[in-house]
């Protein structure tokens, strides 16, 4: 564990809770008669309410690492705890239940299906999860609001900008309360000043809400909301910096 623990931590750790750990995560895919190792033991401890990004160039195994601790995908061997809950251990059905209820997901494409309106895209994790269809459009509606597109609930997918699907996306990942917001590129898809939009809002549902973010990302401009940088090269952890030691003037990067 000294791989992480001795890099990178915040202040006062031992006041913090952990969210999420995994423990000589190793995910290999076989390619022919090649075997290519993804992760290689990777050792992270992410605590309650950090905002957390994961960079690192392309084939360096940040996908990786955020699927597997989303539950997306199932390491090779090794442990990821979400809330002390080994999720690789978990069934298909027990998985599921984790994932509508401890996670939200954003997506570099958005994922809203496009025959349903903003308010019925937002609405639907609730559903999923037991809420009854008038209290989870109550509840959509008032999400919306918070990401200002009260005005657009009823506009279908294409009828509205990229950065406008993307708060949709914000909104729809909120819904059912979690306690770990993943990001998968999250700003990948918008131009800059929509880009810089869409990171401010995270940041203020992370403050507002005690919401962990997880993202990976290669948008440089997610360093300056960042409590922690997790940067990731061949497969392992090359080193974690706390914002303030991150010696990048993100303002000037464009």
Not at 16 to 31: A, N, Q, S
Not at 62 to 73: C, E, M, P, R, V
Request: proline letters at 3%; glycine letters at 8%; charged letters at 25%.
């Amino acid at each position: 564990m000294t791989q992480v623990q001795a890099t990178g931590l915040p202040e006062n750790v031992e006041s913090r809770e952990e969210i999420v750990r995994t423990i000589e995560v190793v995910k290999e895919y076989r390619m022919g008669d090649q075997t290519l190792q993804a992760l290689k033991g990777v050792n992270v401890i992410i605590y309650r309410g950090e905002y957390i990004s994961i960079m690192g160039p392309s084939g360096s195994g940040k996908s990786t690492l955020f699927n597997a601790i989303g539950g997306l995908d199932k390491p090779t061997s090794g442990k990821v705890f979400i809330d002390e809950v080994d999720i690789a251990q978990l069934d298909s059905l027990e998985l599921a239940w984790l994932r509508c209820r401890k996670i939200g997901y954003i997506f570099q494409t958005f994922n809203l299906i496009p025959v349903m309106t903003a308010l019925e895209n937002v609405a639907l994790p609730m559903v999923f999860a037991g809420m009854s269809d008038a209290d989870s459009r109550e509840k959509a509606k008032g999400i919306l609001e918070r990401v200002e597109l009260g005005h657009r609930i009823h506009n279908k997918p294409s009828q509205l900008s990229g950065g406008q699907q993307q708060r949709v996306a914000i909104a729809r990942a909120f819904a059912n309360d979690p306690a770990i917001i993943l990001a998968d590129e999250p700003t990948g898809n918008l131009d800059l000043n929509t880009g810089k939009a869409i990171i401010a809002l995270l940041k203020e549902m992370n403050l507002e809400r005690g919401v962990t973010v997880i993202s990976a990302t290669h948008d440089l401009k997610m360093l300056d909301i960042s409590d922690r940088i997790f940067w990731i090269r061949d497969g392992a952890v090359d080193k974690i910096e706390r914002r303030e030691d991150v010696k990048i003037n993100t303002g000037e990067i464009h």
